[in-house]
């Protein structure tokens, strides 16, 4: 697997540098300008990809919301007309010329502008809280050079084009999905991006520690990737397995949610295996080793059933055992709201109060499984992770002080240079999650920052929340001490 994906990548980078020529001289167009998070989240889409966990793993149950008609917030998400102009991939022009095709729109008028009922979902706000730390100073070149030491690209746009300058190799395919899905944002909404420049780390640690700039003087730099935390400010952007994770057979996210809800109507949810479930890779980080000693043993039962996912094994079998809506055969405890707090340091004592709690408790955990589905199904649908994107590159682009230009190294960017060379999955996934026409309604409209004494509550609602799921905690294994 590791050849392909490494001709995969250099069938995409090695092609010749972008250059821009004019009569008798060699240009670049310049472009015009266009919280602390407290450890109530980790960070937007890492909390986003955590309630899609649980709907992957079964404890949220689908089968029920399959209609979204009656939602006023997807109203201005409508099918598109029938008549409507498709744009598929343009392999034979780019087989032939190696330069991205012009027959796509540069431009678009919606059918629909946004209603008051298609506000942002409210983790939108999370975008203010992220940008804050230059709103004061700004975005200058030299911040987002600072940016290159740890990225694995840098991208830029510009009059409605995409470019792109590798530095380094990503894990498997991560950069090439990632461009993939700002390649389809383009489609999306073309021409309705701004000129930016940005710095891209694909790997998953945030880098950029808040207690290194605290002094004046001492700006961040904008550092984009999939995950941040309250002690960081990296930028979060959408996971690129959003377009689907080739390496492990894991399709693009608007397959993978049909999937889940065809597995939930598979087992009912009172019929499910009353533990709580995870698969995974126990190497990649010390708490994930350390949550393997919480599976069942002859001596314990912590109410887990913890499995170790074998990537490598499963490749060599084709993905049988990693399909997601196979998966949904467990029911899990969510109580508060979407997810249930578990100590860092007694995971295994908190995993077994968490099952007994919501086995005691069936209905209430049921509820909670229920309203995650409808945040699934509402709030994460394509349709937002695009409107997501859109405004945070949108405000980002607010923020810079100076004129963008396509760097000397840089590549023009395309869906056709990226899927035409491809095979196997990678294609496949790529032609799966092709946008091939632009959408036929307006971005949904973007919701004010928190107000502080908003976050304040929000915090402080996070923190109670937790402590009285401690105190019930504590209580059971009080009780089951005094048996003993």
Same mark, same amino acid.
């Given at each position: 697997?590791?050849?392909?994906?490494?001709?995969?990548?250099?069938l995409?980078?090695?092609?010749?540098?972008?250059?821009?020529?004019?009569?008798?001289?060699?240009w670049w167009?310049s472009?015009k300008?266009?919280?602390?998070?407290?450890?109530t989240?980790?960070?937007?889409?890492?909390?986003l990809l955590?309630?899609?966990?649980?709907s992957?793993?079964g404890w949220?149950?689908l089968a029920?919301?399959g209609?979204?008609?009656?939602?006023?917030?997807?109203?201005?998400?409508?099918?598109?007309?029938?008549n409507?102009l498709e744009?598929?991939?343009?392999?034979?022009t780019?087989?032939?010329t190696?330069?991205c095709?012009k027959?796509?729109p540069?431009?678009?008028k919606?059918a629909?502008n946004?209603?008051?009922?298609s506000?942002?979902?409210g983790y939108?706000?999370w975008?203010h809280?992220?940008?804050k730390?230059?709103?004061?100073t700004?975005?200058t070149?030299?911040?987002?050079?600072?940016a290159r030491?740890?990225a694995?690209?840098?991208?830029?746009?510009?009059?409605g084009?995409v470019?792109?300058?590798?530095?380094?190799?990503?894990i498997?395919?991560?950069?090439?999905?990632?461009m993939?899905?700002?390649?389809?944002?383009m489609?999306w909404y073309?021409?309705?991006?701004p000129?930016?420049?940005?710095m891209?780390?694909c790997?998953?640690r945030?880098?950029?520690?808040s207690?290194d700039?605290?002094?004046p003087?001492?700006e961040?730099?904008?550092?984009?990737? $999939?995950?941040?935390? %309250?002690?960081?400010l990296?930028i979060?952007?959408?996971?690129w &397995?959003f377009? +689907?994770?080739?390496? *492990?057979n894991i399709r693009?996210?608007?397959?993978v949610l049909?999937?889940?809800?065809?597995?939930?109507k598979m087992?009912?949810?009172e019929?499910?295996v009353?533990y709580?479930?995870?698969?995974?890779?126990?190497?990649?980080?010390p708490?994930?080793?350390d949550?393997?000693?919480?599976n069942?043993?002859?001596?314990?039962?912590w109410n887990?059933r913890l $499995?170790v996912q074998d %990537?490598v094994a499963?490749?060599q079998?084709?993905?049988?055992q &990693?399909?997601? +809506?196979d998966?949904? *055969?467990?029911?899990?405890?969510?109580?508060?709201h979407?997810?249930?707090p578990v100590?860092?340091?007694?995971?295994?004592?908190?995993?077994?109060?968490a099952?007994e709690?919501?086995?005691?408790?069936?209905e209430k955990a049921?509820?909670?499984?229920e309203a995650?589905?409808?945040?699934?199904?509402?709030?994460?649908?394509?349709?937002?992770?695009?409107? $997501?994107?859109?405004?945070?590159l949108?405000?980002y682009?607010?923020?810079?002080?100076y004129k963008?230009?396509?760097?000397?190294n840089?590549?023009?960017l395309c869906?056709?240079?990226?899927?035409?060379p491809a095979?196997?999955?990678?294609?496949k996934f790529?032609?799966?999650s092709l946008?091939?026409?632009p959408?036929?309604?307006?971005?949904?409209?973007m919701p004010p920052p928190y107000q502080?004494q908003?976050?304040?509550?929000?915090?402080?609602?996070k923190?109670?929340?937790?402590?009285?799921?401690e105190?019930?905690e504590?209580?059971?294994?009080?009780?089951q001490n005094k048996?003993?």
């Amino acid at each position: 697997m590791k050849g392909h994906e490494e001709k995969l990548m250099k069938l995409f980078w090695l092609r010749p540098a972008f250059q821009r020529h004019s009569q008798g001289s060699n240009w670049w167009r310049s472009c015009k300008k266009r919280t602390p998070l407290s450890s109530t989240l980790l960070l937007l889409f890492f909390f986003l990809l955590f309630i899609s966990l649980l709907s992957y793993i079964g404890w949220i149950d689908l089968a029920k919301f399959g209609g979204y008609s009656s939602q006023k917030t997807l109203q201005n998400f409508s099918k598109k007309p029938t008549n409507t102009l498709e744009f598929p991939l343009d392999c034979t022009t780019w087989n032939h010329t190696k330069t991205c095709p012009k027959n796509y729109p540069t431009s678009y008028k919606p059918a629909a502008n946004p209603s008051p009922e298609s506000t942002c979902p409210g983790y939108f706000r999370w975008i203010h809280e992220d940008l804050k730390h230059w709103k004061q100073t700004g975005i200058t070149k030299e911040m987002v050079e600072k940016a290159r030491r740890t990225a694995h690209f840098r991208l830029t746009i510009l009059d409605g084009k995409v470019y792109v300058e590798k530095f380094r190799e990503s894990i498997q395919t991560r950069a090439l999905f990632t461009m993939w899905g700002i390649a389809q944002l383009m489609r999306w909404y073309p021409g309705k991006l701004p000129d930016l420049e940005l710095m891209f780390d694909c790997d998953d640690r945030p880098v950029v520690q808040s207690k290194d700039f605290r002094q004046p003087g001492s700006e961040p730099p904008p550092l984009f990737r $999939y995950c941040s935390d %309250w002690r960081s400010l990296d930028i979060v952007f959408p996971d690129w &397995s959003f377009w +689907g994770w080739a390496e *492990t057979n894991i399709r693009p996210w608007r397959g993978v949610l049909k999937d889940i809800k065809e597995g939930n109507k598979m087992v009912k949810w009172e019929d499910r295996v009353p533990y709580a479930y995870w698969k995974g890779n126990p190497h990649v980080c010390p708490w994930r080793a350390d949550l393997m000693k919480c599976n069942v043993t002859n001596q314990n039962d912590w109410n887990t059933r913890l $499995y170790v996912q074998d %990537w490598v094994a499963e490749s060599q079998k084709g993905y049988k055992q &990693s399909n997601l +809506g196979d998966q949904c *055969t467990h029911r899990g405890m969510i109580p508060q709201h979407h997810y249930w707090p578990v100590r860092e340091n007694a995971k295994c004592r908190s995993l077994k109060f968490a099952v007994e709690w919501g086995n005691n408790h069936a209905e209430k955990a049921k509820a909670i499984g229920e309203a995650g589905s409808r945040f699934i199904h509402e709030d994460l649908k394509m349709e937002y992770v695009y409107d $997501y994107i859109f405004h945070l590159l949108n405000e980002y682009a607010k923020l810079l002080k100076y004129k963008p230009a396509v760097p000397p190294n840089a590549v023009e960017l395309c869906s056709e240079s990226m899927a035409c060379p491809a095979d196997g999955n990678w294609r496949k996934f790529m032609e799966e999650s092709l946008e091939k026409s632009p959408s036929d309604s307006a971005p949904c409209t973007m919701p004010p920052p928190y107000q502080p004494q908003e976050l304040k509550a929000f915090i402080d609602g996070k923190l109670k929340a937790t402590k009285e799921v401690e105190a019930w905690e504590n209580e059971y294994w009080d009780k089951q001490n005094k048996k003993h």
